[in-house]
């Protein structure tokens, strides 16, 4: 693909923008800031790639993909429900468990080699999935505390422990914040050619082995997700108490 | 017994309960009415510490409330709140929830004297209660407060939705916990009848502050 053609598709985006306006969703602008965001992040990455790329030393590996782990954490600080404190913490513990685990595991197996063409795609992918499921479960966390309080504190007044208390809504949840992964894996070929696959197929790779490499990856999401939302949500529930076991909301 | 030892909750600029004193002996039934607003519920928030005072300190048999683990503290003293709240499903997930607490078996024969005893034969434990009226769940949530006795219950408007019928038969089965297991009572009500049939002292809450205390019988 040249550089003419890139510059001719992006007068697609002319569609959404006067949409965005006529519809008056106020999303114009915003659509501009991510789109300028998305080519100055890119084009820095490519270059930052383009590098080191075949770097097996470990720590250039681990150094960029805990670049990534920090953005990552840092982008869930907005979703922090009020009452919890150190919310990027929280999300980098997060995210730092989930993702080591999953990649240990397939590195340990063999599935993934430890160089940075490699290891970088994989755990940008499972790092933003997770990233996107904290999110979610920060969300529905505010909500469900805030929405269902009396029935929390109905359940606090029979002499619940916080847990119990507020089980109902750690579950939801748990569930909104890791079905969209399991939705997407659901549809895998048959709506969705993933990203990474079709990257591989349309720079040579044969379809089976990149097949291969994808059923890899909708393991690493579905269990990176669900460990990344279970300890970002466990951590960040116990502040909806103080000391007393009373809402503090 | 429980003491409020110039108990003041402030949240923001304005005290909604300013320098509360009260005592209530083991086994009192004691009814509280006042305006809406005057800070009733407020008052049984605080003894069933789902708030804490911002000045002053309750007791419980001469300790206080902090020195009290707050599970212990809340199924001793239990509030039911002003809002019936169902829990889950059907009516055993509402009955079974204080055993859940417990970590003990539910007492199904209790559940099933409770549920005759409120009027609600007609349902079996696993009856759906998304559709209950307003008057069946509130007996229902007085029912799940019932399964284990406490020292203390305190009733926010209990039988604010129930007819005349029910209501009786909900004050004559929590009155029957007070004669025959001691069973103490505060009883939030608009009811100015129900307060002086039923109970042994009658406070009024004015604007934060109790305004006046009578002895009934
Ligand atoms: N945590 C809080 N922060 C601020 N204001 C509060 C808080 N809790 C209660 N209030 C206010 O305190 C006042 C008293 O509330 P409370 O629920 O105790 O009244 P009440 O006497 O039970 O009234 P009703 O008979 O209508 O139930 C109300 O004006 C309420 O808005
Ligand atoms: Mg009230």
Redesign the interface.
Known sequence: MSMTSLIFASSLLIIPIIVSYKQQLDLSKDMIISVLRAIIQLIIVGYILTFVFEARQPIIVITLVFIILINAALNTRKRVPNAVKHGFWISLFALVISTSITMTILILTGALHFKVNEIIPVSGMVISNAMIAINIGYTNLEKAFTQQR??I?????????PH?ASK?QIQDTMKMAVIPTIDSAKTLGIVALPGMMSGLIIAGTPPLEAIRFQIMVTFMLLSATMIATMIAIFISYKQFYNK????NI | MLELKNITFQPNSSPILSHINLTINEGETVSIIGPSGSGKSTLLRLMADLISPTDGQCYLNGESYINYKPEQLRQTISYCPQTPIIFGETILDNVSFPAKVRKEKCDIKRANYLLTAFNLSQYDLNTNVSRFSGGEKQRLAIIRQLMYVPKFLLLDEATSALDHHNQQLVEQEIFKCHKEKGLGIIWITHDIKQSTRLFSRRLTIEKGKISNEEVIK
């Open positions: 009396m029935e504190e109905a359940k606090l007044s029979l002499g619940a422990l119990l109902t007393r076991h009373q809402l």
